[in-house]
């Protein structure tokens, strides 16, 4: 079993920058894609960024490109989106997703794909 604990969320104004974090608690979080995906109110899970076990490998949602990156510290087993110029249409719960990956270093796009959740953290931006 493996605990994901997100961090950093907070009401922003639009064009701000966030950082999130997110502490996995696995000796292995190398041999893990991590993942962060999003939910609006009332709307499904939204990929937002994953990287693969490497960091060699990345994937954004539309809505992520250009604004976000992500990135990973194996040695703080740690994952983090920073979030640039941000919009009111970004608000939304950011949650980190973690999927066991040790053969292939590759991200996965949907929410099916990950095994492992964090609780959430809440991303208000106004206008």
């Known amino acids: 079993q493996v605990e994901l604990v997100e961090s950093g969320g907070r009401l922003v104004q639009a064009g701000d920058s966030l950082r999130l974090s997110c502490v996995a608690s696995t000796r292995t979080f190398n041999l893990y894609t991590m993942a962060w995906f999003r939910q609006g109110l009332g709307k499904q899970y939204e990929l937002v960024a994953a990287i693969s076990p490497s960091g060699g490998v990345t994937d954004y949602g539309d809505s992520a490109k250009g604004r976000f990156t992500v990135s990973r510290d194996d040695a703080e087993k740690t994952v983090y989106l920073q979030t640039d110029s941000l919009k009111p249409e970004d608000t939304a719960v950011y949650y980190c997703?973690?999927?066991?990956?040790?053969?292939?270093?590759?991200?996965?796009?949907?929410?099916?794909?990950?095994?492992?959740w964090g609780q959430g953290t809440q991303v208000t931006v106004s206008s």
């Open positions: 997703a973690a999927q066991f990956s040790p053969l292939h270093d590759r991200t996965y796009s949907n929410s099916y794909e990950y095994r492992y």
